[in-house]
Every structure is written in structure tokens, then in C-alpha cells.
């Protein structure tokens, strides 16, 4: 700040012609935005860089944000599916539930299958189920655990005006990378 | 004249974009903190919250009929607003039947997560096992409970502001 009157005073009396005065006008002009000009454009770096920097977190942070959304849809949608059969539609509704799977859980309720088909019709069960609470216990971008707190309505031969059930149920949900979509790699009753 | 004007012009408008530019970094960047910070914030409150829920949902569903007015300090020193209010008639009302079954309530929480979170207020879930003994009983019995636990910071620790079983 000191230092500016000084070119200024110094240069002033320069031009003594009236010819050269529009290219010393402008050089001068040149020469004395010059420092606010550079101050400017390092300013405006600086805003470019903590723009940069700040936006990219807060894009993180949205992202991870969306990611736990999606973990946590999934695992509502698929452990309700679980819960919600029928012998009037056995075969797709367990076909639903297998398309929702992945891994160790993908592959026990294949071993499964046959078995719990017979069942739900011989019993000739119908159950469907809400999801009262969902909560996330932990996640990342590719894999999370969640509590789904499910409750369903359960009609067998033995209870033909239906059973209300109380479910703890936790799973483990992974991002598919190639659907891109949520699926779940375990189911356990939590005791 | 004219020819003045020019640089004039090309100055204010290299200048007008640079001023637009550094206003665009900064707002982005003030925006971008701000929401960061929300965001971090929100860890820490969820991260405090699960912390103490579990010593919480212990104190304020355990009770033995024998130190009952201990158990209930207990349990009431976790609660806040309202519902401390709530919980001290709850119990005071149970006491009797509580000392007459002589019941003895330990809870367990098995698995707890979050539902929502905020900066000041945070909803969990937990799976709370009762194991209770009374008179009624023969050995113990299980209730597996669900509760949801709203938790909020009061000075320091975060209590719970509001608990209901589905």
C-alpha cells in the first residue's frame, strides 16, 4: 500500500507530448491495475480451490447420504418380501425373495427352497408383513447393516383368522456393482 | 475515444467475471462447509447417541423390587423433558405390584441402530431383551422388546427425550 503513490508521483509527469499520451495512458493504466489484477487472480484461485475442496466433501457427503437411503430401502423392501408369502402364489413370491439375495444368503435359501415351498403350501400359509422401523447400524459405499423391525400377520391351517408376529430382523445388505442394486448377502432373527 | 473506451471495457468485463468467478468459489465453498459441518455434526451426534443408548435403555428398563427407588434414580438420571416426568409416574404407579410379585427386570440390548439423525436430535432403534423374575414366573422369562429411543444432548450427555416400545 506504501509503495503505489510512488510509480504514480514518478510517472505522472512522463508525458509531455500530446501524441504518445493514449499509449502511455494505457500503459499506465496497464501498469497500475497490474497488482490488484494479480491479487484478483489469486483471490479468485483461492475461491476456485476452497470451492473445490468444500464442494467435494459436501458431494461426498451427499452421496454416502444417498447411499445409506438406498441400503436401507433395499433391506425394508427385501426383508418384507421374506416375510410376505402366500400358497395362492408360493413360487413368486419366493422367487422374489431369491432375486433379492446375494452370497451366503443367496445360496442357504436356495438349499432351502424345496423344503419351506412344502411347507407354506401344505400349511397353506399367507403372511404379510409391514415394516414398523428401520435403522442403519453401520455402512458404507458398499455394504451396510440394518435393523428392520417387521411386523406380519401370519394365517396357516392351524390359525385360519391370522397370528400377528413380532420381528427383530437384521441384515446384511451389499451394492451390486453390476445392477447397481442392493442386495441382501444376510438375514438372522435377532435374538 | 473510442479507442480508449476499449481496453477500459475489457478490463472491467476481465475484472466484472473475475469478481463473478471468486464470488461463485466462495459461495460454493461456504455452502460446501456449511453442509459438511452439518454433516459432521450429525456423526458426532449419532456416534454420542448409540454410545450411550445402551446404558440408558439398560437403566431405564431394569428394575429390582428390593432397591427399587435406586433402580428408578437410575433409570431417571438417563431421562429428560417430559418423558422423566412420564417415567417417574410409571414407575411410582408400578412400585407396588413391582415389591408385591417381588420383580426383578435386568434388560439387554441386543442390536441397536439409527433411524434419523440430527445435529440435536437423534432416533434409534434397539432390540432389548427383559429378563424377568417374579413371583408369577418359574425361573426367567424373556420379552423381546423393540424400542425406539429419541435422544438429545443436554449438557454434554445425551439422554433420552422420548422412548416407546412397537
Not at chain 1, 510509480?7 to 497490474?34: G, K, L, N, S
Not at chain 1, 452370497?103 to 442357504?108: A, M, R
Not at chain 1, 399367507?126 to 447400524?137: I, K, Y
Not at chain 1, 435393523?147 to 451394492?175: E, F, M
Request: proline content about 4%.
Amino acid at each position: 500500500v506504501t509503495r503505489r503513490p510512488h510509480p504514480r508521483t514518478a510517472r505522472r509527469p512522463a508525458p509531455a507530448t500530446r501524441r504518445p499520451a493514449p499509449a502511455t495512458r494505457r500503459r499506465t493504466r496497464f501498469t497500475r491495475t497490474a497488482p490488484s489484477n494479480v491479487v484478483l487472480a489469486v483471490l479468485m484461485c483461492a475461491a476456485l480451490a476452497a470451492g473445490a475442496v468444500f464442494g467435494s466433501r459436501w458431494y461426498d457427503d451427499r452421496m454416502l447420504e444417498r447411499t445409506h437411503q438406498q441400503a436401507l430401502a433395499a433391506a425394508k423392501q427385501i426383508t418384507v418380501n421374506f416375510v410376505s408369502v402366500s400358497a395362492s402364489s408360493v413360487d413368486r413370491d419366493l422367487q422374489r425373495i431369491a432375486d433379492g439375495a446375494t452370497g451366503d444368503f443367496y445360496d442357504e435359501f436356495a438349499r432351502g427352497r424345496p423344503q419351506v415351498r412344502a411347507a407354506i403350501v401344505e400349511n397353506n400359509v399367507e403372511s404379510r408383513g409391514t415394516v414398523l422401523r428401520a435403522a442403519l447400524v453401520s455402512g458404507d459405499r458398499h455394504s451396510a447393516v440394518v435393523l428392520v423391525a417387521v411386523d406380519a400377520t401370519v394365517r396357516n391351517a392351524k390359525a385360519p383368522d391370522g397370528r400377528a408376529s413380532h420381528y427383530r430382523i437384521q441384515v446384511d445388505v451389499t451394492h451390486d456393482a453390476g445392477s447397481g442394486r442392493w442386495l441382501v448377502s444376510r438375514l438372522q432373527f435377532v435374538g | 475515444m473510442p479507442k480508449l473506451k476499449w481496453p477500459r471495457l475489457r478490463m472491467r468485463r476481465g475484472g466484472a467475471a473475475c469478481v463473478a468467478v471468486l464470488a461463485l468459489g466462495l459461495a460454493v465453498a461456504g455452502a460446501g462447509w456449511y453442509q459438511h459441518e452439518q454433516a459432521r455434526q450429525r456423526d458426532v451426534a449419532v456416534r454420542q447417541s448409540l454410545a450411550a443408548a445402551t446404558a440408558a435403555a439398560q437403566a431405564i428398563f431394569s428394575y429390582d423390587y428390593r432397591s427399587f427407588d435406586t433402580s428408578v434414580a437410575n433409570g431417571r438420571a438417563f431421562a429428560t423433558g417430559q418423558f422423566a416426568d412420564e417415567y417417574a409416574k410409571t414407575t411410582a404407579a408400578l412400585k407396588p405390584q413391582a415389591v408385591s410379585e417381588q420383580a426383578i427386570v435386568r434388560a439387554a440390548v441386543s442390536a441397536s441402530g439409527v433411524v434419523t439423525a440430527r445435529p440435536q436430535r437423534v432416533e434409534l432403534l434397539l432390540y432389548l431383551n427383559q429378563y424377568r423374575r417374579n413371583t408369577n414366573v418359574t425361573g426367567e422369562k424373556v420379552d423381546q422388546n423393540r424400542v425406539v429411543l429419541t435422544m438429545v444432548p443436554v449438557k454434554e450427555a445425551w439422554l433420552v427425550s422420548h422412548a416407546v416400545a412397537i
